[in-house]
């Protein structure tokens, strides 16, 4: 079975600062990668997602995140946090099928002080 | 382009009071979800349709909980009777689910409905 672990449930920094938010993966075969946020009172929005290739993914408003097969982790980054940053992250893994399911982490809380 | 439509934003109900759900995913999407989101935690799957068939149930509490999908577009998710432990966030996604590699395309989410069961 497959699952995700994001080890921290709140994730504080300065604006401008960078910041990581931490996801691992478990997962049979190859893994297809996630990451979502979601603003209060809305729905989830896709940020980006890993299915081959480079390691470093590049998605919405500056995102990036690294994939990194050894330590089967996939942590979400940003050079400069800003305080709109200041959301609910999930990370997700998907089965690699035409009809995959995906697994979600609980969320990672991350505030951006100014 | 439209987003996933849900109705309605908010339920309140009595405990074994019935409730229903409904959603209308993007045009064109073969894949629907059904997620539950208790606070605190991440989406748990209920129910995953492509087009109008079942491809996962395996979490649906089948004793309270039924879905449908009818002419495989939009959808309704049933709570009959309802219990403490039902409240939370209700999610309906979708996603491209066509072909090969579908798994490359992300799920969009409505904003749900929160139920709350008292």
């Known amino acids: 079975a497959q699952s995700v672990a994001q080890p921290e449930d709140q994730v504080n920094v300065a604006e401008g600062n960078p910041l990581t938010v931490k996801c691992t993966y478990s997962?049979?075969?190859?893994?297809?990668l996630f990451w979502y946020v979601q603003y209060p009172n809305r729905g989830l929005q896709f940020l980006l997602k890993?299915?081959?290739?480079?390691?470093l993914v590049k998605g919405s408003y500056g995102f990036e995140a690294e994939f990194n097969k050894s330590q089967t982790s996939f942590h979400l980054k940003k050079p400069s946090a800003l305080v709109s940053d200041s959301a609910l992250y999930f990370c997700a893994v998907r089965e690699g099928t035409n009809a995959g399911k995906s697994t979600f982490g609980d969320g990672t809380t991350l505030t951006v002080k100014p | 382009e439209a987003g996933v439509a849900q109705s309605p934003r908010y339920k309140i109900i009595e405990k074994r009071q019935s409730v229903a759900f409904w959603c209308n995913p993007i045009s064109g999407h073969a894949t629907l979800y059904w997620y539950q989101q208790i606070l605190g935690q991440g989406p748990k799957l209920l129910i995953q349709?492509?087009?109008?068939?079942?491809?996962?149930d395996s979490q649906l509490p089948k004793d309270r909980f039924s879905a449908e999908r009818l002419k495989g577009v939009d959808s309704t998710l049933k709570i009959q009777p309802a219990k403490l432990e039902d409240s939370a966030v209700y999610l309906c996604?979708?996603?491209?689910?066509?072909?090969?590699?579908?798994?490359?395309?992300?799920?969009?989410f409505g904003n749900g409905t929160r139920l709350t069961v008292t």
């Open positions: 997962v049979s075969g190859n893994p297809y």
């Open positions: 890993y299915i081959t290739g480079d390691n």
């Open positions: 349709f492509q087009n109008n068939g079942v491809v996962d």
């Open positions: 996604a979708s996603s491209l689910g066509k072909g090969t590699r579908s798994y490359n395309s992300p799920l969009h």
